[in-house]
T-cell receptor, first 112, second 113 residues
Framework: EAEVAQSPRYKITEKSQAVAFWCDPI?????LYWYRQILGQGPELLVQ????????DSQLPKDRFSAERLKGVDSTLKIQPAELGDSAMYLC??????????FGPGTRLTVL | GESVGLHLPTLSVQEGDNSIINCAYS??????FIWYKQESGKGPQFIID?????DKRQGQRVTVLLNKTVKHLSLQIAATQPGDSAVYFC????????????FGSGTRLQVQP
């Protein structure tokens, strides 16, 4: 069964360092989402791509976060510099259209 | 702002009993709802969805009920098993394809053997 792949699964970094997360969506899924999930809460959208274009980044802290999906397939989310409050699970999801989104296993980020 | 929320943060049931997890939503424009299950350290896993033109949908051991009058969504799990122990989230979107999901804060289901 096709799955969304994410790496790394875990990342520990010190504040002010740069981190990057990678996501490979299910093949053929044009829509890709990055969510952030703080422990004990539901996921919250950071950015949504349609193919290689950003369609919603209203909740992305653009002073330190950036995301790209250059060829409309896999995607990278970067944080520079990381802050203590960025510690969370970063989830990638993909969909082929309106409706069900398939989530990856997530990257657990700890900022020390 | 408008949001999706849950009534109970933790639900404890006996193995074999039926479970009911509730969710209130406030965005009357939402026309698509999903229930996800999330186990510790994993990403959310799709359980069942329902569109606003329906009031009930059944899957394997699960049923989702939608009451648009009172903006209430529920997930019923029949014959709850230990493997059902997880956090359950309801989520909504407007079904336009340009809007991501808005999640509630989740309900933890604990199944006692």
């Amino acid at each position: 069964e096709a799955e969304v792949a994410q790496s790394p699964r875990y990342k520990i970094t010190e504040k002010s360092q740069a981190v990057a997360f990678w996501c490979d969506p299910i093949s053929g899924h044009a829509t890709l989402y990055w969510y952030r999930q703080i422990l004990g809460q539901g996921p919250e959208l950071l950015v949504q791509f349609q193919d290689e274009s950003v369609v919603d980044d209203s909740q992305l802290p653009k002073d330190r976060f950036s995301a790209e999906r250059l060829k409309g397939v896999d995607s990278t989310l970067k944080i520079q510099p990381a802050e203590l409050g960025d510690s969370a699970m970063y989830l990638c999801a993909s969909s082929s259209g309106p409706g069900e989104q398939f989530f990856g296993p997530g990257t657990r980020l700890t900022v020390l | 702002g408008e949001s999706v929320g849950l009534h109970l943060p933790t639900l404890s049931v006996q193995e074999g009993d039926n479970s009911i997890i509730n969710c209130a939503y406030s965005n009357s424009a939402s026309d698509y709802f999903i229930w996800y299950k999330q186990e510790s350290g994993k990403g959310p896993q799709f359980i069942i969805d329902i569109r606003s033109n329906m009031d009930k949908r059944q899957g394997q051991r699960v049923t989702v009920l939608l009451n648009k009058t009172v903006k209430h969504l529920s997930l019923q799990i029949a014959a709850t098993q230990p493997g059902d122990s997880a956090v359950y989230f309801c989520a909504e979107n407007k079904g336009t394809g340009r809007r991501a999901l808005t999640f509630g804060s989740g309900t933890r289901l604990q199944v006692q053997p």
